[in-house]
């Protein structure tokens, strides 16, 4: 079949994948491919089992994969077929050298720079599609710019807003896409392409445009004012508990206001997640490299309220426990970052599950989908751990049940089964404030939410 255009994506993770699928099914006659240097995510991409959990996903897979979605594993052969490439890979915090703890690590963007212009045959668009510090497509135009031949590159900036769990319905229906691109008569040719490419399913007034470095920064900027809603939610629930007053009263009280806005002002263990904290940091560093101290101080502060949520969260179980909690199992409900996904990358339950093994007790973990990562992420952690899918099994014999994700499946629960099943007095500790907390105080335990007077029988 004659293809109208050939995309490529370099990089087949939780982006790649998914936004690739969804451009497949909207576009049927582009040709996708998608690229790894990893061999076994290729593999899963072509398997029954997907590596990446997103509800809807799987459906769009089956519709496009092999009619005009690829994954594929010939990196250097997929450069020279395509004539645009989205960069998709990872950028993780950097752990060495200049910036260790703070700065984005562009040692994979740069390698698949060089990999490009090492093996293009032909002038190209290379679409910055990874989150990347602001003036990154300097350094880029600058490596594709360093070859001999007549090829040109040019290079866009267009970051992804999806969030996992909620991907396939926020790629199909986006609240804005966003393209940053030079305001030359070239860049502005390659901008048209992807606003044709977007346009086949997306309102052109929701496909926004600007100038490169503010499309850059714009990503991180929303990614911290999301996680700051969050840190200044979770700051006012300590407050809540020290009055009396019920977090999520207030946020509903304050979230009204259409100038505030209702949304992200879940109090809970704090954020997780691959971006959240990785992007914030990567703000904190730009700020500090150009000189702003105070604007970096301003940011980090967000990142410390997180940690200090899980602080708290892990203290108020000790000392609601009589203070030790050696010897005693506790059970984990949810180990992944947030529901509707299998992904625990930062996820707050890992550092709760460290502390708690650090106090001697015994972990049950349970969750629908993030079993097999937790055991990778506790993998190096001294204890004992059990992972057990059935959560009536992981709770029966334990002091104390967890609620550490938001999944759906734990509000359907039968609480008065686990009650009978646990050793009492039973303490229950809702890290999401999802659950009925009067009926489960009703039923025997001793309830502990977030930002909420605690219900207790003792
Ligand atoms: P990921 O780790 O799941 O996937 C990245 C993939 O790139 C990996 O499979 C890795 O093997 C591959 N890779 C690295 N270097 C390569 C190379 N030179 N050639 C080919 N493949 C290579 O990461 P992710 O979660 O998909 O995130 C990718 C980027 O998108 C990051 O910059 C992230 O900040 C951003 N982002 C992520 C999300 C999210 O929800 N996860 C949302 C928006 C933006
Ligand atoms: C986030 C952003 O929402 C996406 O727009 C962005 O594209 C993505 O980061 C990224 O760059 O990777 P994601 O991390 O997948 O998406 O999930 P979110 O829904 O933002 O949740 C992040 C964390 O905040 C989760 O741990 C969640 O439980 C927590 N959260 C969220 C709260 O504690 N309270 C809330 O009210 C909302």
Redesign the pocket.
Known sequence: MKYKKKILCIGAGYVGGPTMAMIAYKCPDYRITVVDTNPDRIDAWNSAELPVYEPGLDQIVKKTRGKNLFFAKDVENQIKENDIIFVSVNTPTKTYGAGAGLAADLQFVEKTARQILKHSRSSKIVIEKS?LPVKTALAMERILASGKGKITFEVLSNP?????GTAMSDLENPDRVLIGSHETKSGLKAREELIELYSRWIPSEKIITSNIWSSELSKLV??AF?AQR?SSINSISALCEKTDADVSEVAKAVGMDSRIGGK???A?I???????KK?ILNLVYLCRYYGLKEVAFYWENVVKINEYQQERFIANILNNMFGTLAGKKICILGFA??ADTGDTRESPAIYIAQKLLGEQAELTISDPKALKNAAVDLAVIKGNIKYIDDPYMAAAGCHALLILT?WDLYKKLDFEKIYRSMVKPAFLFDGRNILDHKKCFKIGFNVYPIGKPALSHL
Not at 270 to 276: E, K, N, T
């Open positions: 989150t992804e807003f999806m969030a996992e929303a990614n999301l969050v992200f002002l879940k809970g704090g954020f997780g997640g691959s971006c959240f992007d970052f947030k938001d």
